[in-house]
């Protein structure tokens, strides 16, 4: 069972910079991988990147690809998602969430929320032009 808290979220200016935090709670974390997903207003919930369980590997959306970085610390409970020169189109809510599963045979299944069993409960990001 993994509970999953995030926080870091608020209002900016477009190319401002922002880093959301997410905690979670379990003795077991770095056996899970973590994802961050986000959802805009009227929009499905979509994926912005992964991070492995030990996080050597990372994994993101094109949309985000050189912008956005997500880090953590094992000791720590913790999972990042750094969010440098933000758009107003990157406004949305952003969820953490957790998967127990390391390798899927497609790797595009890292994507889809099915994937992940434990989600929080969001943080409110917006960008302002």
């Known amino acids: 069972q993994v509970q999953l808290v995030e926080s870091g979220g608020g209002l900016v200016q477009a190319g401002a910079t922002l880093r959301l935090s997410c905690a979670a709670s379990?003795?077991?974390?770095?056996?899970?991988?973590m994802g961050w997903f986000r959802q805009a207003p009227g929009k499905e919930r979509e994926f912005v990147g992964r991070?492995?369980?030990?996080?050597?590997?990372?994994y993101y959306a094109d949309s985000v690809k050189g912008r956005f970085t997500i880090s953590r610390d094992n000791a720590k409970n913790a999972v990042y998602l750094q969010m440098n020169r933000l758009k107003p189109e990157d406004t949305a809510v952003y969820y953490c969430?957790?998967?127990?599963?390391?390798?899927?045979?497609?790797?595009?299944?890292?994507?889809?929320?099915?994937?992940?069993?434990?989600w929080g409960q969001g943080t409110q990001v917006t960008v302002s032009s």
């Open positions: 969430a957790a998967d127990g599963r390391s390798y899927y045979s497609n790797p595009n299944d890292v994507r889809k929320r099915e994937s992940y069993g434990y």
């Open positions: 379990g003795r077991t974390f770095s056996s899970y991988a």
């Open positions: 991070i492995s369980g030990s996080g050597g590997a990372t």
